[in-house]
């Protein structure tokens, strides 16, 4: 939709420090940008909401969750 473009294009300007909480079969994975996981992958969704928040410190990066379908969640 419109607003999840929207969304995308404010992440990619927003540079590397974006983050993407992913619902995944095998947990909740946490990318950045680039699509990069190093490993990061939790049993639920507040795991990896701390871990997003932590690698983002305080920086201009948002978060922004997927559900298993590719659908954003917030």
Partial sequence: SNKQVREYVT????????????HTYS?????DAFGDTS???????????DAAK?????????IFVFDKTGNLLQ
Wanted: charged share 20%; net charge positive.
């Fill in 27 to 31: 947990g909740w994975s946490v990318q």
């Fill in 39 to 49: 490993g990061s992958t939790y049993a639920n969704k507040q795991d990896a909401l």
């Fill in 11 to 22: 992440a990619v300007k927003k540079g590397t420090k974006s983050q993407f909480v992913i």
């Fill in 54 to 62: 932590a690698k983002i410190g305080r920086s201009q990066g948002e």
